[in-house]
Each structure stands twice: as C-alpha cells, then as structure tokens.
C-alpha cells in the first residue's frame, strides 16, 4: 500500500479522499467489495504544501519528543445544564450575534445523548497501552473536566486522545468546540477552538473521537478553520478529526484497532511518523471494511490524519 498526501482546498477539504473509488461502479450489491482509494493507498492530509515541506525540513529541530506515553480523557455521560450555563456565562458576551442562540441549539441537542461506547473505548486503549509497556493517564466520567484538562501538563504526553461530543460552527469557528464534565465554577464543560490554541501540546497524535471534529469555517487559501487548524497551532504534529456525526459503536471499534496497531510503534523524532499514523489508520478502516459489519463509508471514512 502506497502513502498519498492530500493538501486540502476549499470545499474539498470536507470529503474523505478514502471513500473515492478507484474504478467506475455500475451496482453497489456489497459495500465491502467495493474499490475504495483506501485499499491502495494510505491517506493523510495537510493544509497546505508550505506547512508540509516547512514540517519536513524543520521536524528534527523544533522540539524534543515527549516524555509521557497517552493522556486519554471520557466524559461519558452528558447531564449537565450546559445551555443554562452558556445562556448566565459566555454567552451573555455575544448573545447579539447569535452565536449563543447556535450553541444553546447544538448543546441542548448532545446532553441528553450519553456516548456508553466512549467508555468502552477509552478502556480498551488504556490496555492497549499497558499491554504495550507504555503509560498512560485515563479519566472519564466527572475526572474528565474542562478544568482537569487546561490544568494537565499536555506537552508532556505522545499521545492525546479525546472521547466526547463535538459540534462546529462554521459561521463563527472560535464558538466550534467540546463537552467535558463540570467541577468547577469556573469552566463552563465546553472547550471551544478559540480556547485551544492557549493549550501547551507537544504530541506526535492528538485524537478527537467526536463528531464533526475536522469541519469548521471554509477560508480560501487557508482550507478548515476549527478545531483541527486549533490543535496544530497548539502544538499537535497528527490529528486524527471527523469529518461528520459519527456511530458510538463504530468508532469504538476503529479507534481501538487503531491504537492496536499503534501499540509497538516506536515515535521516532522524524517526519515518518506521520507516514506511520496515516498506515495505522489505514489498516484500521480496511480491517472494519472487510469484516462487514461497519463495511459501509459512513462508519469508516469520517475520521481523517492531519499532519
């Protein structure tokens, strides 16, 4: 299987190159057989060749690697009034623009839909760590806060992996963001974009098993800006977003067989490792489209590598 980097342009940057088939196809009759662009080739996207080729001449001089192996981190369950809070807190700023009513319409729509597989997930990965000789630090439940999260050491840690909802914005991109559990007064459980590129991140992957994770405001010449744009000026060499709503139980199995394939995978401190990650979740996506059950592009092809 070859590698193929993608350089995302305007409305293209929305659809998974994966998906595309290689030859003309008179009868969908078995998703599975189907000659999808991901049987040949590894996938991986950039937002622009500049970056690319500033990324390959720099890599080996910009920073050393983490020291600490995974930071995996679940809310799970989605109770809390968020819409309450943003309707008392943020959101009074700039209620005017109505970017307060979106959100309150995005949020309200998630909290009442708890992600059980989430917990699954990230279980499933702490052991894939373990299994592996590698550390990692995993909370869920209310240990998986918006305040836990800003507080953590992040640069310290390899990899970065985030199991919740998401939504996107797209008229107002800094307003796109995630849900995390509540313990403290002064975190409303919503991480928006314009709050990560304050995160400190020195990891080879971040992962954000959301939905919508890698969609955002479409700018000519700039490509997505959102989530994922927020994380590579935050400091994430890979990240591993979606690109729609995503299935609970799907994803639980492609991130697992993901990180099954990452388990032995050494980070060395060079621009390869991108070709690494982009072959880990190749295989992931093949593995599910063989086996049948989540053989279908929905359920595979929404999760893409940024690096």
């Not at 980070?267 to 063989?290: C, E, T, W």
Request: charged share 15%.
């Amino acid at each position: 299987v070859n590698s193929l980097v993608v350089v995302l342009d305007g409305i293209m940057a929305t659809i998974p190159f994966e998906a595309l088939l290689m030859e003309p196809v008179d009868d969908i009759a078995d998703y599975a057989s189907l000659p999808y662009l991901v049987n040949d080739f590894n996938i991986s996207y950039t937002f622009s060749a500049n970056l690319l080729y500033k990324t390959f001449r720099n890599e080996k001089t910009i920073r050393p690697k983490a020291e600490k192996d995974g930071f995996i981190i679940a809310p799970v369950n989605f109770d809390a009034p968020y819409t309450e809070i943003l309707n008392n807190a943020k959101a009074a700023s700039y209620e005017e623009s109505g970017v307060a009513k979106a959100l309150q319409k995005n949020v309200s729509a998630m909290q009442s839909n708890n992600l059980p597989g989430s917990a699954v997930e990230v279980a499933e990965i702490d052991s894939l760590f373990s299994s592996s000789g590698k550390a990692s630090n995993l909370l869920t439940y209310q240990e998986a806060s918006e305040a836990t999260l800003k507080s953590s050491s992040l640069n310290q840690y390899q990899y970065v992996h985030i199991a919740s909802h998401g939504f996107v914005n797209q008229e107002e991109p800094e307003f796109s963001g995630i849900l995390f559990s509540m313990d403290s007064t002064q975190e409303d459980g919503i991480l928006f974009s314009g709050e990560v590129y304050n995160l400190a991140l020195n990891a080879e992957l971040v992962t954000l098993s959301a939905c919508e994770t890698g969609l955002g405001k479409i700018s000519q010449g700039e490509g997505i800006i959102g989530l994922s744009r927020a994380l590579i000026y935050a400091g994430g060499k890979n990240i591993n977003v979606s690109l729609w709503p995503v299935s609970d139980a799907s994803t639980q199995q492609l991130m697992g067989d993901l990180y099954e394939n990452l388990a032995h995978v050494e980070v060395p401190s060079d621009i390869m490792q991108s070709l690494n990650y982009a072959q880990s979740l190749g295989a992931a996506k093949r593995k599910m489209i063989k086996e049948g059950a989540f053989s279908h592009p929905y359920y595979w092809s929404p999760f893409i590598l940024l690096g």
